[in-house]
Nanobody, 115 residues
Framework: QVQLVESGGGLVHPGGPLRFSCAASGSIGSIFAMGWYRQAPEKQRELVAI???????NYADTAKGRFTISRDGALNTVSLQMNGLKSEDTAVYYC?????????WGQGTQVTVSS
């Protein structure tokens, strides 16, 4: 079983930065991909950024140029640096890790962008 623990998040003013981290533990094995998703009220969960086990990175169009995903393979952590936050970035953010035999989700972290 794989467990994910997220840290970071909170309330930030428009234009401000925020950083998340997600630490995985348990029977991790080979990781196919690590990523961040978000779900705003009354909307479906959507991909924000993802990094594959081979290091390939993809961003949602809304994240390009503002967000940076990174991974520390030795520590099995994935981080998301968000800059230039906008009110439309307000959502619950979830860490996700996919392996050969699992698809694990973090508990979710609220991000509120408001003045």
């Amino acid at each position: 079983q794989v467990q994910l623990v997220e840290s970071g998040g909170g309330l930030v003013h428009p234009g401000g930065p925020l950083r998340f981290s997600c630490a995985a533990s348990g029977s991790i094995g080979s990781i196919f991909a690590m990523g961040w998703y978000r779900q705003a009220p009354e909307k479906q969960r959507e991909l924000v950024a993802i990094i594959t086990g081979g290091g390939r990175i993809n961003y949602a169009d809304t994240a390009k140029g503002r967000f940076t995903i990174s991974r520390d393979g030795a520590l099995n952590t994935v981080s998301l640096q968000m800059n230039g936050l906008k009110s439309e970035d307000t959502a619950v953010y979830y860490c996700n890790i996919k392996g050969r035999t699992y698809d694990a989700w973090g508990q979710g972290t609220q991000v509120t962008v408001s003045s």
